[in-house]
């Protein structure tokens, strides 16, 4: 643990560092809303904040995609006026899981690339993060484990980890060093800070554990294998095409572009705002024809969108392993579960074929 790298904050004095840094910007924090419920709402000192929470309602990609956000603004009075609209302002994300930091990195590479979308990437510009790290699981639906987002990976400012009486404070970023030197209120660690950091470390790696009988490496062949799977089929009996599950997802980045007039008929805006592909619209295209008409294939899209198509481009997965999607279906999908009976039946064609 190096000095420069690493410093301690106490416990005490985290209100008085949230108080400090809301002087300058809206900071955002996981709040408690009742029955299990937390959102990211605006915080002013730490007794509002919830230090243990599982995954918010949504993820914090709506600071970053809003779920409607105008584009342009346009007058047809005079010839045609168009003007380009930016809606954003300076905030600070406190709190922010290791599943949704790997989350906001996902679609850093998505809208990062051409043609680069500069709403998001301009609003991303605004925007400092303090990840927090969770010494246990949230609950159980969280899958972090299969998808390697348990440990911190990048994509913060600074991050705390919390040891008891103080949390131990890597600073990423010249942001985060530049919110050091502005609240100073951190201290260097001492050999007890690194001797209990590392012994949380050693402690998470007997907690965390992989939830599903392969390696997750192998995840990638498994939907290679399962595109013909009857276990999409058996979703199709289950899914409500709601689009909770897509809604609440931290890497779904789908919208719809739209256009509304203003009563005058002179002047209006282009908007788009969040879409799912769980809708049976979705992939409806001119003369009426639909690609994924039927659940199953809707289903079957939305895991490969997270297990199998990303990892091609990408080279990681989509699913963060937050578990909002199975916390938020009405129909009780699981994604542990369809993981699960994908291998089952995998294991059973390879036995027959063995015999």
Known sequence: MKDVQYLVLRKDNLSSFIAHLSKDQKVMAPVSKGYGNYAFEEVTSAEQVALKYIPTILPPKKFFMPQRETLIEYNLQSGLEVNAVLEHEKMTLFGVHTCDLAGIQCLNMVFSERPKDYNY?????GISIIGLECNEYCDEYASCNI????????GYDLF??????????????????????????????????????????EA????????????????????????????????????????????VCPTCYCFDLLDEM?????SGRKFRKWDSCQLEPFAKVAGGEN?????????????????????????????????????????????????????????????IKWL
């Open 121 to 125: 990437l301009l609003r991303k510009r």
């Open 147 to 154: 998808v390697n987002s348990n440990m911190p990976n990048g």
């Open 160 to 201: 705390f980890t919390d040891l008891g009486d103080c949390f131990v404070v890597h600073v990423n970023t010249q942001v985060g060093d530049e919110m050091v030197e502005r609240t100073k209120m951190f201290e260097k660690p001492s050999r007890t800070h690194f001797d209990a950091f590392m012994a949380l470390r």
């Open 204 to 247: 998470k790696s007997k907690i965390f554990k992989n939830e599903i009988p392969i390696e997750p490496r192998d995840i990638p062949e498994l939907f290679d294998r399962s595109f013909d799977s009857e276990v999409w089929k058996e979703l199709e009996q289950k899914c409500l095409s709601c689009g909770n599950c897509t809604n």
């Open 262 to 266: 203003n009563l005058d008929l002179n």
């Open 291 to 351: 690609f994924r008409k039927s659940r199953a294939a809707r289903q079957r899209h939305r895991y490969y969108r997270k297990f199998e198509y990303p990892v091609a481009k990408y080279s990681r997965f989509f699913c963060t392993g937050c578990g909002r999607c199975s916390r938020a279906c009405m129909a009780d999908i699981k994604l542990k579960d369809t993981l699960n009976a994908l291998i089952k039946e995998r294991m059973n064609k390879l036995w």
